[in-house]
């Protein structure tokens, strides 16, 4: 993995572009969403904890929206299901490349793990096949609001009796109290991970265009009219949170 700090926004620019998943970002991608995002790290590796709990034999889990395979990664630390594979998704040519590259250098070290699959493509346009396991690791926020029920629909559809999908995001508050709050502490968190307040500021308007975060309520209430029966929190670390929704 690269180990390159994240300064992209350290400069002052004349105009903050609208962040994208380009070169520049796939080549600080793992320090800046280690410093970015609260509880990054727990969250990747107990969500293949998880994800070994649903996994059915013979079946397909999914990560969608997979950057530099850092899910994939995980499922294959902890996945043991026999005939499990993994379907790894992103629209990012840059990010495709360099986590194909990560994956073929594991595969010649490694001979037990999962196989995996790293398809280049939309997640709107993907047909599912029958799946144990999906996984949406802060990808969601980033797809149109008025698209995210019917994914959730062919997720939902898609999933074998036993098993889950996996659903983390940023979340905003409808109290504006607890929104305020939380705001604040997630700043100080990236401070305290060593971000000025200019590099604080400019990521903040490179984002807001594209990624548009939702309350948990508006999760919850999104994935039961999806078709899941059930959706159980199991972390939260400020403003960022995972969420298990069985079918
Ligand atoms: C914040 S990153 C995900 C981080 C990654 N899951 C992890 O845990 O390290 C969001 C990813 O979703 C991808 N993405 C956004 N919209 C997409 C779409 N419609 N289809 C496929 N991938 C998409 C982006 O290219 C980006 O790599
Ligand atoms: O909310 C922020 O400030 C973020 O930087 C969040 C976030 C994310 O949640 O995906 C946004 C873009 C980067 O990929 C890393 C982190």
Redesign the pocket.
Known sequence: MSKEPDRLFAQPLPQVPDFA?NEDVVRVFPDM?KRSVPGYPTI?ENLGVLAAQFAQPNSVLYD?????G??TQALRRHVRTDGCRVIA????AA?VERCREYLNGQDSMFQELLPVEVVE????ALQFQPASVVAL???LQ??APEERLALLGRICQSLLPGGALILSEKLRFNDLEEHALLTDLHIAFKRANGYSELEIAQKRSAIENVMKPDSLEEHRERLLAAGFSKVVPWFQCLNFASLIALP
């Open positions: 998943f969403i990747v969608l929206g997979s950057s530099l850092a899910v998704v992103d629209n990012s990010m493509g939309d997640i709107l690791n802060f990808t980033f797809i």
